[in-house]
């Protein structure tokens, strides 16, 4: 009784299995869809967001281009017209617009160098380093404050006041030699060089002596 | 998460352990469900056994829809595996000598190998043949290249060749799966039976 009903059931066993299998497959076809994020999840983003590398003072950036560090590349995101009037040494302009080309691809999506974003200020290049960061790209830093910080501090910067720590004066002799070596002059530290007056020696005068002509011996006595 | 070995969270080293690992548990299914006879698998060809079709129909279909809803559910990304690249005429130049030689000695090469481990002589006359087939097409291979290299393109899918989304692809290759299934019940009943 009990294997014929068991027989039964067992008969219906693959009709069972396929049923299930069309099931699943159904399923499958009626999820809700929901968009897929590409490149770097939302946590990881977030930790880039806050990570302490994600800004790079001018400070540091001078350092690097005097110590002729090779590992980084400053990519300047401004326009063309801008990046013409004034650039970085060595820097590459990839303008925010053109950025996700393909040949700046190259230049962004790589680990083996640091890339410096540069813009007038930092929203141009933030918004530079949430678009590649969201592709996955590694080692990326914006210039805090841009340009315009670039200019302000390395390029022209304060005098500390006499009531100033040493530690600025320190930062102001640092940023004065970073911006002598961008080519800055300071007509204070000036040393003109003064020609040594040589006082020459007053030539010898040769002052001849006459001889007394011996008188031509006369004849006589 | 996944793949594991790709992602990182299995390291690469592992992946011929892992391999011999799952070759092991295929090839002790393989024996248990009877797949070293040659009339078994030769049985498709002849309409009195339609296991092979079964078997090899319901793994793509179970791993597909599994990889499907790995993927819906962010345990798998799917576009990190590997999707063998198409070469045309080579596969259907070597697809039809596959055919030829599965149907007269009534072995693929993976359950050759099983034969072979159960002492079958036809087996291991077929793995020869197979050696001696690898022979000839490495010494031939400046002959086959351009056949071998040519007419590639790319990793192609066939959802994508066809325009629908996987999903759909799916659920169409399950009703043809089960109808095939179907089929081929009805024409193995119509068949003569052969006790092998």
Known sequence: ?221 | MGPLIPNGIIPFEWNNIIAIIIGIAFGFILESSGFSSSRKLAGVFYGYDFAVLKVFFTAALVSSIGLLYMDYLGYVEMGNLYIHPTYLWAAIIGGAIMGVGFVSAGFCPGTSLCAVAIGKIDAIVYVVGIMIGIVIFAELYEVFKPLYEGFAYGALTLDETFGISPYMFVFIFTIIAIVAFVIGDIVRKRTKKVFY
Not at chain 1, 88 to 99: E, K, R, V
Not at chain 1, 195 to 221: L, N, S, W
């Open chain 1, 1 to 221: 009784m009990i294997n014929r009903k068991l027989a039964k059931i067992l008969s219906f066993q693959y009709v069972f299995l396929a049923l299930i299998i069309i099931i699943l497959a159904g399923v499958l076809l009626l999820l809700p869809k929901f968009e897929k994020h590409e490149g770097i999840n939302p946590q990881a983003f977030l930790s880039n967001v806050i990570s302490p590398e994600r800004y790079m003072t001018t400070d540091e950036l001078a350092e690097i281009y005097i110590n002729q560090d090779p590992s980084y590349i400053v990519v300047d995101v401004r326009t063309e017209n801008d990046f013409k009037s004034y650039n970085l040494p060595n820097s590459i302009n990839i303008p925010l617009n053109t950025l996700l080309n393909e040949d700046a691809e190259g230049y962004l999506n790589q680990d083996q160098y640091d890339i410096v974003l540069v813009s007038n200020d930092n929203f141009s290049a933030n918004k530079a380093w949430i678009l590649c960061n969201r592709l996955g790209y590694k080692n990326l830093h914006v210039l805090k404050g841009g340009m315009n910080e670039w200019f302000s501090t390395i390029i022209n910067p304060q005098k500390p006041t006499e009531t100033m720590s040493a530690k600025e004066y320190e930062l102001y002799n640092f940023r004065k030699a970073s911006s002598m070596f961008f080519g800055v002059m300071y007509p204070e530290d000036i040393k003109v060089f003064k020609k040594p007056v040589v006082v020459k020696p007053a030539p010898k005068k040769v002052i001849p002596k006459k001889k007394k002509k011996k008188m031509p011996t006369e004849g006589g006595c």
